[in-house]
T-cell receptor, first 109, second 112 residues
Framework: GQNIDQPTEMTATEGAIVQINCTYQTSGFNGLFWYQQHAGEAPTFLSYNVLDGLEEKGRFSSFLSRSKGYSYLLLKELQMKDSASYLCAVRDSNYQLIWGAGTKLIIKP | NAGVTQTPKFRVLKTGQSMTLLCAQDMNHEYMYWYRQDPGMGLRLIHYSVGEGTTAKGEVPDGYNVSRLNKREFSFRLESAAPSQTSVYFC???????????FGPGTRLTVL
């Protein structure tokens, strides 16, 4: 079967750095997405990786290793507004999106 | 530019009642989707559309019907509500199949 694994919850301190991991087992691979979802709101797109390596976008970076079925989202200089759930999603060989259950990130002052 | 809109934001139904949700996007996207989101689970695709007049089944289509009314609008109907359909329902759209998706605000449905 197809599976996306992410930690359920993580806690970090304001101003620090946090890494949220995502491992996947899917029928083929055609890209990996990260979305941010604040409580009670809709998911919003953060990043897209299709080739191995690091994609940087401001305070957020996303890394992909296709051979290891692994990605991480790195958040730097954490702010209280970064408290949210972070969803990992993989597009499989049929171009269907498989979603992880999300990682709830709690930021403490 | 409103993006993706869906109404209503909250709905309470009794078992057996029906409901229609309407989703609209103003980004000229070809692809539209309906998802449900439950605690501890990833988003699950219910139905989607690859263009005006088309619909296709997703991962969990049973008990739900959709209609792509035109390029902008994608309706969602629940014919006979069951408690297992208590969930948050999201509409989304994208310009490319299953690529970066833009989500509506969601509808929180409770079935009693």
């Amino acid at each position: 079967g197809q599976n996306i694994d992410q930690p359920t919850e993580m806690t970090a301190t304001e101003g620090a750095i946090v890494q949220i991991n995502c491992t996947y087992q899917t029928s083929g691979f055609n890209g990996l997405f990260w979305y941010q979802q604040h409580a009670g709101e809709a998911p919003t797109f953060l990043s897209y990786n299709v080739l191995d390596g690091l994609e940087e976008k401001g305070r957020f970076s996303s890394f992909l290793s296709r051979s290891k079925g692994y990605s991480y989202l790195l958040l730097k200089e954490l702010q209280m507004k970064d408290s949210a759930s972070y969803l990992c999603a993989v597009r499989d060989s049929n171009y269907q999106l498989i979603w992880g259950a999300g990682t709830k990130l709690i930021i403490k002052p | 530019n409103a993006g993706v809109t869906q109404t209503p934001k909250f709905r309470v139904l009794k078992t057996g009642q029906s409901m229609t949700l309407l989703c609209a996007q103003d980004m000229n996207h070809e692809y539209m989707y309906w998802y449900r989101q439950d605690p501890g689970m990833g988003l699950r695709l219910i139905h989607y559309s690859v263009g005006e007049g088309t619909t296709a089944k997703g991962e969990v289509p049973d008990g739900y019907n959709v209609s792509r009314l035109n390029k902008r609008e994608f309706s969602f109907r629940l014919e006979s509500a069951a408690p297992s359909q208590t969930s948050v329902y999201f509409c989304a759209s994208s310009s490319v199949a299953h690529n970066e998706q833009f989500f509506g605000p969601g509808t929180r449905l409770t079935v009693l």
